[in-house]
């Protein structure tokens, strides 16, 4: 079946770094690719996404990008905060439905 | 708007029994989703459901079985439950379906023991 790797599991990063998180993706005919924020105990919150006529996009601190001939996307989060630690999800869509990653718990050290 | 909301949000059950839990999207949401989230395992998409057709499903045993009713809630419903059942089960709902924004609910949380 179709399958979304994501990487790192762990990303420890000093407050005021910048964050990358990538993931590689099966399915050629995906064309949706979101990005999830799940805090500790909470639900998991849509934080920006991607279609694939797009290669790029931000929103504040937070960017996503596509590249579509390798089937990769990533998550790039500038000038990190305490807040942004959680563990983040990668998805792409592929036959109705959602393919996940299996998430990057993100860590930011004072 | 309200958010979409589950219920119960705890749950303690025995292994062999079966589990009702319910999930009422936001209004004019119409398609729904449920996942399964363990520790480690990330979230594995169990189904969904459109307009009360269910339109997909992941690779879950038939005992992980759904509905959706004409005002779009949905529950799902576990039978012969096991100890690996175990998790906290989202709902999520968006306006058409999974390729649009998706909504979490708060989860249930199942124990089985």
């Known amino acids: 079946g179709e399958n979304v790797e994501q990487h790192p599991s762990t990303l420890s990063v000093q407050e005021g770094d910048s964050a990358v998180i990538k993931c590689t993706y099966s399915?050629?005919?995906?064309?949706?690719f979101p990005w999830y924020k799940q805090e500790l105990g909470k639900r998991p919150q849509l934080i920006i996404d991607?279609?694939?006529n797009v290669g790029e996009k931000k929103d504040q601190r937070i960017a996503v990008t596509l590249n579509k001939t390798a089937k990769h996307f990533s998550l790039h989060i500038t000038e990190t905060q305490p807040e942004d630690s959680a563990v983040y999800f990668c998805?792409?869509?592929?036959?109705?439905?959602?393919?996940w990653g299996a998430g990057t718990k993100l860590i930011i050290k004072p | 708007k309200a958010g979409v909301t589950q219920t119960p949000r705890y749950l303690i059950k025995t292994r062999g029994q079966q589990v009702t839990l319910s999930c009422s999207p936001i209004?004019?949401?119409?398609?729904v989703s449920w996942y399964q989230q363990t520790p480690g395992q990330g979230l594995q998409f169990l189904f969904e459901?459109?307009?009360?057709?269910?339109?997909n499903k992941g690779n879950f045993p038939g005992r992980f079985s759904g509905r959706q009713f004409s005002n779009s809630r949905s529950e799902m419903n576990v039978s012969t439950l096991e100890l690996g059942d175990s998790a906290l089960y989202l709902c999520?709902?968006?306006?058409?379906?999974?390729?649009?924004?998706?909504?979490f609910g708060p989860g249930t949380r199942l124990t089985v023991t």
């Open positions: 999520a709902s968006s306006t058409t379906g999974l390729s649009y924004e998706q909504y």
């Open positions: 209004s004019g949401h119409r398609s």
């Open positions: 459901y459109f307009s009360e057709t269910q339109r």
């Open positions: 399915d050629s005919a995906s064309n949706y």
């Open positions: 991607i279609r694939s």
């Open positions: 998805a792409a869509d592929s036959n109705y439905q959602l393919i």
